[in-house]
């Protein structure tokens, strides 16, 4: 139980940082639970101070990682968006210029991506619009 409250007090360092409450409180949970397991073992007089020491680490090591892995997936969705957003500018673009909805190999040499890039990007929008109801 005293292990669980150290989980538990570790985790306010990391609140607002991107990661909702409940799954550091899991990620200091699973940390407790497979150093527990490891240690389960240990037949040493010190095993409770090497028990507290490793697990502050591995529960530290636990929050750092979601906060990373949460913010490199915010980073990857603006970056996504961007790309989304250029995208409908330079069709709109050529379009009126052309008179006709341009080709994806006409959008990818204008934003000098490849035509699967430009595929990627328009299968990502029409997922989002078919998630929000938009579609149709």
């Known amino acids: 139980e005293g292990n669980l409250k150290l989980a538990l007090a570790m985790t306010r360092d990391y609140l607002n940082k991107g990661v909702q409450a409940a799954d550091l409180v899991q990620e200091a949970n699973m940390a407790l639970v497979l150093t527990a397991e490891e240690m389960a073992d240990e037949e040493n007089k010190d095993s409770s101070r090497i028990f507290e020491e490793i697990l502050r680490e591995r529960i530290k090591t636990a929050l750092e990682e979601a906060v990373e892995e949460q913010d490199t997936e915010r980073?990857?969705?603006?970056?996504?968006?961007?790309?989304?957003?250029?995208?409908?500018?330079?069709?709109?673009?050529?379009?009126?210029?052309?008179?006709?909805?341009?080709?994806?190999?006409?959008?990818?040499?204008?934003?000098?991506?490849?035509?699967?890039?430009?595929?990627?990007?328009?299968?990502?929008t029409m997922d989002a619009l078919s998630i929000t109801g938009e579609e149709g």
Request: proline share 4%; aromatic share 0%; net charge negative.
């Open 75 to 124: 980073k990857i969705g603006e970056e996504m968006a961007a790309r989304v957003n250029i995208l409908q500018d330079v069709s709109k673009e050529l379009a009126e210029r052309l008179g006709r909805e341009p080709k994806v190999e006409e959008l990818a040499e204008r934003m000098k991506m490849t035509p699967d890039q430009i595929k990627e990007i328009m299968k990502v």
